[in-house]
Structure formats: structure tokens, C-alpha cells
């Protein structure tokens, strides 16, 4: 598990890696605290290539990487988004040896997010 001084420099989104997706999974990475900056996904196509959650973690840290983040912590949320955990971006480690905690939750009422889509 990343240590807690460094600095968070990207954001991980997993899916899939179920039976349903014959195990298969998929990330989105964004640098920095993308999600809030609306750029959650500009890393990663969006496809089941990944032949495991593991895998698709170090993929999304190698590519952070490759984007030019060189060291740093990376927020990791699970498929469904309801547990994350800081990983260090150059060792990750392994997908279930990870100390998960719950992630924040957001409630946004339909109206809110109808405002926030509706041109001014």
C-alpha cells in the first residue's frame, strides 16, 4: 500500500473481473484528482483487456507512467466504486493484498445533475 505523504497524482476506476465478464477486466484513469476536473478517463479505452483486476491495476499505473507521472499515489476504486485504496504508482501491488476502505459516497438529485447539463 502507498504511504500516505505521497502525493496523490491520478485517479483508477476498475470494472468487470467477474463471471460475467469471463473474468475480464477494464480500467479509466485520469492524472490528478481527475474525477472533479471532469477528466476521469482520459487514460484507457474502456475495453475488457485485462485478464484480471491485478493486471488492470498495473496497467493503469503503467500508463500513468507512460503519461509522463513519474512516482506518486494513485486512488484505486473497486468495480462499483463502493471501496478504494492508495496505491503506489510504481509498485501497486497486488489486487486482492490491497488494504481497502470504504470510498466517499456522493448523493446528487436527478434536478441537480439536469442543472448542471442544461446549457445557460
Known amino acids: 500500500m502507498a504511504r500516505r505523504t505521497n502525493k496523490v497524482v491520478g485517479e483508477i476506476c476498475l470494472y468487470g473481473g467477474n463471471e460475467a465478464t469471463g473474468r475480464k477486466a477494464g480500467w479509466l484513469a485520469g492524472i490528478g484528482v481527475s474525477a472533479m476536473a471532469g477528466r476521469l478517463g482520459s487514460l484507457g479505452n474502456g475495453e475488457l ?8 491495476v498495473w ?17 484505486v476504486y473497486a468495480p462499483g466504486g463502493q471501496r478504494r485504496v492508495a496505491v503506489d504508482i510504481s509498485h501497486p501491488g497486488y489486487y486482492g493484498q490491497l488494504a481497502w476502505e470504504s ?15 442544461t446549457p445557460e
Do not use: F, N, Q
Open 49 to 56: 483487456t485485462s485478464h484480471g483486476l491485478t493486471e488492470a
Open 59 to 75: 496497467a493503469a499505473c503503467e500508463a500513468l507512467r507512460d503519461a509522463g507521472v513519474r512516482k506518486g499515489t494513485a486512488w
Open 103 to 117: 470510498a466517499p459516497m456522493y448523493v446528487l438529485s436527478a434536478e441537480a445533475i439536469m442543472a448542471a447539463a
